[in-house]
């Protein structure tokens, strides 16, 4: 049963063959479930070890390993964000980097990364106050250009930094006012962040975006474990995805929302949102999503 299991050099490997190498910034994500078996065996802290470990020693010293820590609690009946303490819901891995020594956690309380290694403090530091703009974190691995390695699941979160720069006509700036919190002192805001609009039968073609940088050999596919891994450079993906943003401002929709003018039909700046927050979301990277 062994050779079942995906082994240390297997994991290295595999990721070196996408481009791997010291001196990264990379954004991991993950769903550990959908790799299976390790040769390290089946205790958790060992198997978060042994994947932190693995991509410490691609990236080395110099490098820098990013996770996103989101926390789409936020707002929900009144939840604040506490930036030491409100966990990551974005799949085990991420909340192990997030509770490292000396890991860097962003400030945003919903799409917030937190970083390990080198640049952390430089990309994670500080607040951001706008969820995926310019000066977030997303925007400093854009122009650091940095690589999204996807494990067991196809993440590609950055569009939402790509809609945000670009502006698409489906989404419109949210105010948060509930409370955000680091090392005891609430910080000021407004937050915001950019959201679709809850109607207009808007719905993301997660695929069609993935094909398009997959066959412009933009976005590396390789099989490991029993799925795959992605590995994309955010700097050129970034550069063709605009180009198809501006010959199709709804891209990356299955079709182009059917508008009624007048009409904005969001859940408000701080009204109820009980009814838009109890609705179950995807289940995409080892956590309980719900539609923020």
């Not at 400093?140 to 494990?151: G, L």
């Not at 509930?178 to 910080?187: L, R």
């Not at 009204?271 to 539609?291: A, C, Q, T």
Request: with cysteine; net charge positive.
């Amino acid at each position: 049963m062994a050779q079942n299991r995906l082994t240390y050099s297997e994991f290295v490997n595999t990721l070196k063959d996408c481009d791997i190498q010291k001196g990264d910034i990379i954004l991991f994500f993950s769903s550990l479930k959908h790799i299976g078996p390790l040769e390290c065996g089946n205790d958790r802290k060992e198997i978060l070890e042994f994947y932190y470990s693995a991509l410490k020693d691609l990236i080395g010293d110099e490098g820098t390993l990013l996770v996103f820590t989101g926390f789409p609690d936020y707002g929900r009946y009144g939840t604040p964000f506490i930036l030491e303490k409100s966990p990551s819901r974005m799949g085990v891995f991420s909340e192990y980097v997030r509770t490292l020594p000396n890991s860097i956690r962003s400030m945003h309380p919903i799409v917030n990364v937190t970083g390990h290694g080198k640049l952390a403090k430089e990309i994670c530091g500080g607040s951001h106050f706008e969820g995926q703009g310019y000066k977030s974190p997303w925007g400093k691995m854009h122009r650091r250009n940095a690589k999204i390695v996807s494990m067991g699941v196809y993440a590609f979160t950055i569009i939402h930094y790509i809609e945000s720069i670009y502006g698409v006509p489906y989404k419109y700036v949210k105010i948060y006012k509930t409370p955000v919190y680091a090392n005891g002192i609430e910080v000021p805001g407004p937050f915001t962040m950019t959201n679709r609009y809850l109607d207009y039968s808007i719905a993301y073609n997660h695929d069609k975006y993935k094909k398009y940088l997959i066959d412009l050999g933009l976005t590396k596919i390789r099989p490991i474990g029993r799925s795959c891994v992605y590995v994309t450079k955010i700097k050129p993906a970034f550069d063709v995805l605009i180009e198809k943003l501006n010959e199709d401002r709804y891209f990356f929709l299955e079709k182009t929302p059917v508008f009624r003018y007048g009409e904005y039909p969001a859940d408000g700046l701080t009204g109820d949102s009980k009814y838009i927050y109890s609705k179950p979301g995807p289940n995409i990277i080892d956590s309980n999503l719900r539609n923020t």
